[in-house]
């Protein structure tokens, strides 16, 4: 499709839980992107792929932070023993190529909730 | 490093009236990309334009217009006429051209309130 897919929309999670949040790319896009949106609209940067490799994961806090794209597959973020901090938004954008002229189409996002 | 500023984090304007939103961003590559985007209350972030460091031409695209000028390291957004659909928080953005992971970086937004 011509949209990048992010599910759930919504999910609530008790501190210490585990969340997992998904991505399906636009097909044919081998760049994909994760953002954090905290409160005050401050956006940070997590992690990119090249297809399935790693491309930067410079802004990932690694301890509790995971994300995988495999072939054939929706890509995934997962926050082991979520925190009330990790409460975000959280958006992933895909890409024909690092750079293209319409930059990055971003996903709807999917805020989680950590109570 | 990089950075994108955007000192005005609210601006209220009445319906027709033209307001600029301004961006100033630093960067130490000499190739580099800028773009705004537009995040309205439902929360999806708008892709609204991007700009090379080799094109300092300015564009125009209906009431949107972007002013860029290298030598003050800024990118400016003007709507003209504004409409109480403009209403959004619009995020300027930097990727640097140099650095292999075009990761944007992102200003803190100005929130754009237009009234009827």
């Known amino acids: 499709g011509e949209e990048v897919a992010q599910t759930p929309k919504h999910l609530v999670r008790g501190e210490g839980q585990k969340a997992k949040l998904y991505c399906a790319p636009i097909k044919g896009h081998s760049y994909v992107f994760w953002y954090q949106q905290v409160l005050k609209n401050e956006f940070k940067f997590l992690i990119s792929f090249q297809n399935e490799n790693v491309f930067d994961e410079t802004g990932m806090p690694k301890e509790r932070f995971s994300a995988k794209c495999l072939p054939n597959s929706p890509c995934s973020l997962e926050i082991q023993a979520t925190k009330l901090e990790d409460s975000a938004v959280y958006f992933c954008?895909?890409?024909?190529?690092?750079?293209?002229?319409?930059?990055?189409?971003f996903g709807s996002g999917t805020r989680l909730t950590v109570v | 490093a990089q950075k994108v500023t955007q000192a005005q984090t609210e601006i209220s304007v009445v319906e027709k009236e033209d307001v600029t939103l301004d961006c100033v961003y630093e960067?130490?590559?000499?190739?580099?990309?800028l773009f705004w985007y537009k995040q309205p209350p439902s929360g999806e972030l708008v892709f609204l334009i991007r700009r090379n460091s080799f094109d300092e031409q300015n564009e125009i695209s209906g009431r949107y217009s972007w002013n860029f000028q290298k030598s003050t390291s800024s990118f400016n957004f003007t709507i003209t006429a504004s409409q109480v659909v403009d209403s959004a928080v619009y995020f300027c953005?930097?990727?640097?051209?140099?650095?292999?992971?075009?990761?944007?970086?992102f200003g803190s937004g100005t929130r754009l309130l237009v009234r009827p």
């Open positions: 953005a930097l990727s640097e051209g140099m650095d292999s992971s075009y990761k944007l970086i």
């Open positions: 954008a895909s890409s024909h190529q690092r750079q293209t002229n319409y930059g990055y189409t």
């Open positions: 960067t130490r590559d000499t190739t580099y990309y």
